[in-house]
């Protein structure tokens, strides 16, 4: 191999090393929770997950009520990000499931919502409650949960 020849291949291998490099990480996105745990639960989480109880009870009739649920619904799942947020929970691995699963029960209520299904929202609410009172049994042991809010609750 001539010298020329060993220059060629020496400058194309620095440009595939060059390319093959990954760009910078954007940096972290600079979260700032403001509610304590009880406040985010207070304004948010409770009142959103009554209204998903509640209409498990009495099934909307209109469009409009459906679409409050559904609305409601959406809130009370991103509600569970927001309680991921850094400096939220005390177990950050139970916490976080906790929350996963607040999301995904929450999330069956809304295709519920959508598909106005009341038996599908009755299900949903009370997978919401299940998970409900497994993170107060964990978290809040000397704070029980009131009595089941699901119509459906011991026909089981």
């Known amino acids: 191999m001539t010298a020329r020849s060993l ?3 020496g400058v194309a291998l620095s440009c595939v090393a060059c390319s093959e490099q990954a760009p910078p990480a954007p940096p972290p996105v600079p979260f700032k929770s403001l509610a304590t745990v009880k406040q985010l639960m207070n304004a948010l989480t409770v009142p959103t997950s009554n209204v998903v109880f509640g209409a498990a009870g009495e099934p909307p009739k209109e469009d409009e009520d459906w679409l409050d649920v559904e609305r409601n619904a959406l809130s009370l799942a991103e509600s569970g990000n927001l309680l991921m947020l850094p400096g939220r929970g005390r177990d950050d691995t139970e916490w976080r499931q ?3 699963a607040l999301i995904e029960a929450a999330t069956l209520a809304v295709a519920a919502a ?3 299904n009341t038996d599908k929202l009755a299900e ?4 919401i409650y299940a998970v409900c009172e497994s993170c107060h049994q964990h978290f809040k042991p000397t704070q029980p949960m009131a009595a089941s809010p699901s119509p459906r609750a011991g026909l089981r």
């Open 98 to 100: 906790q929350s996963v």
């Open 7 to 9: 220059a060629v291949l």
């Open 124 to 127: 949903a609410g009370d997978a």
């Open 114 to 116: 959508e598909a106005k």
